[in-house]
């Protein structure tokens, strides 16, 4: 979909965080229009869970987005270096996550991409959620434009996702249920050697208990995130506000959340290599090692050098 780089801000000399858009995405005007429009409504929000977006813009064919940048790792590293988490540690990330997708939700904003690479850490433990709203602009692509602009991720999207229909809050709150059970698990819950066979599994088949793949967490936590991941919508939490409101609920009164997950053996689809084959469909990964470039005036760096360093956590 885009590459990051690291860059500097020469006029305010802080670090920023420039996404650049693939020119496959650019040159389809039904996404841009729609990208405009949900960049500016992600760069009004302004939460401690959420990346700030500084500045959207373009530069001749180029289409970027400059956003805060943050020194940390992204959620999908943490899990692979350190899955599963112990409980506390994952409702605490869980909790920040639903605290910044529920604030956009009650700005009227779906997030539509939530998972593990679109959420970063901080080395105190502060979560920020990134990426508000691209995917969301993919799912307004004509009908015939969606099978070759993929939008959203297959390892974290809904059923209701996968069937292509539009995004709304309670399929975010799907995401993050994934999201819950990888770190509380060190594993995915579908399985697919492709988009097709695991927006089939999301469909279709029952995620596996929480509490079976790892019985280090309890069965009350584990009945929460099968809630979470409800086929139905309607069955799940309607909000990632109120999907935090449980957690922290849990959180206070969890006797159990000091019990130490068991480590799990390993393997499963988030440590092997065909599940990532899988998920790079949807990710663009390669690129420019480093690059110098000026940004056109009128943006908001304009006129200054900007170094630019691919950043990618892989
Ligand atoms: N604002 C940011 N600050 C620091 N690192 C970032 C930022 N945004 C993204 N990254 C890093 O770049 C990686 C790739 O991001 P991105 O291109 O959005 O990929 P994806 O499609 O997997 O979300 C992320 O997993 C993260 O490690
Ligand atoms: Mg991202």
């Known amino acids: 979909m885009a590459v990051i780089y ?14 650049i858009l693939r020119p496959s995405l650019t040159s389809n005007p039904a996404f841009l229009e729609r990208f405009r429009e949900e960049a500016r409504a992600a760069a009004r929000l302004a939460h401690p869970n959420i990346v700030t977006v500084h500045d959207v813009g373009q530069d001749r064919s180029t289409h970027y987005i400059v956003m805060e940048f943050v020194e940390g790792k992204d959620l999908k590293r943490l899990i692979r270096e350190a899955g599963p988490f112990s409980i506390d540690r994952a409702l605490d990330i869980a ?21 593990p690479q679109n959420v970063l850490v901080t080395d105190d433990g502060t979560v920020k959620v990134t990426d508000f709203g691209i995917a969301q602009a993919f799912s307004y692509s004509a009908p015939g434009e969606r099978q070759s602009v993929v939008w959203g991720s297959p390892h974290y999207f809904s059923p209701e996702q996968a069937q292509g229909e539009p995004p709304t809050p309670a399929a975010d709150v799907y995401a993050i249920g994934v999201v819950l059970f990888e770190m509380l698990t060190g594993e995915l819950p579908f399985k697919g050697k492709d988009h097709r066979e695991l927006a089939l599994a999301h469909i279709r088949e029952e995620a596996p208990s929480v509490s079976d793949v790892n019985p280090g967490v309890p069965r009350k936590l584990g009945r929460i995130v099968r809630k ?29 959340t000091t019990t130490p997950p068991t480590r799990c053996s390993g393997g499963g689809s988030t440590g092997g290599r065909p599940a990532d084959a899988a998920c790079g469909l949807w990710r663009a990964r390669r690129g420019c090692g480093e690059l110098q470039r000026r940004h056109a005036a009128g943006s908001a760096v304009a006129g200054v050098w900007v170094s630019l360093r691919r950043r990618d956590g892989r």
């Open 6 to 19: 690291k860059a500097q801000d020469m006029l305010l000399g802080r670090a920023v965080a420039v996404k």
């Open 95 to 115: 909790i920040q996550i639903c605290a910044g997708v529920g604030y956009a939700h009650r700005a009227d904003l779906v997030h539509a991409d939530v998972k």
């Open 228 to 256: 979470v991941m409800a086929k139905e919508p309607s069955a799940r939490y309607r909000t990632a506000d109120q999907l935090g409101r449980i957690l922290e609920t849990y959180r206070r009164q969890g006797v159990d």
